[in-house]
């Protein structure tokens, strides 16, 4: 008599997702349920948020990379199922991000204000003003403003990146 023996594996972790740095990063993923296995979990790069067996919940780490989930069950004693999931963490497209506020006060905390973000490097021109419209920084390139000796109060900035037009205020804080 033969018998012909089928294994089925159950997970569908053998995959992989991408995830850019702007989007919210808290995610869930899940593997097919047997009542009779334990269910096992690593992460890197990472942190586990939760896990209810074959659920785990992670909080991936805005850090552009590629990591990993791994998942194994355990059934009667011994070693079962194994799969692994690859996260691709990416930078944000089109994106550009504006500070509200600097405090130059020599605390070594916000002492300067830089745009940041993947467009800040396409920069095509910026310029500052103080609050009665006077322009007291002007540059075709994203460049670090220190509040030099000027005082605390409300300035805006112009940016020109991508043909698009950013117009945003900064709190400089002394």
């Not at 993923?29 to 690593?42: F, P, R």
Request: include cysteine; proline fraction near 3%.
């Amino acid at each position: 008599m033969k018998w012909w023996v089928f294994i089925l594996l159950p997970f569908q972790l053998l995959a992989q997702d991408t995830y850019n740095t702007c989007e919210d990063l808290i995610k869930t993923y899940q593997v097919q349920y047997d009542i009779d296995k334990e269910y096992y979990w690593n992460i890197d790069g990472g942190d586990i948020l939760s896990v209810y067996d074959n659920i785990i919940t992670v909080q991936w780490y805005k850090d552009i990379g590629q990591y990993k989930i791994s998942a194994w069950t355990i059934s009667n004693g011994c070693y079962g199922d194994t799969s692994h999931y690859y996260i691709n963490i990416i930078e944000c497209p089109d994106y550009i991000y504006f500070p509200s506020a600097f405090t130059p006060n020599g605390d070594n905390k916000n002492e300067s204000y830089e745009i940041k973000g993947l467009l800040a490097s396409k920069i095509k021109y910026m310029a500052i003003y103080d609050r009665w419209g006077k322009q007291i920084i002007e540059s075709n390139t994203n460049i670090i403003w220190t509040g030099d000796d000027y005082p605390s109060g409300v300035y805006s900035i112009i940016v020109l990146v991508e043909n698009k037009k950013y117009i945003k205020n900064i709190m400089l804080v002394r």
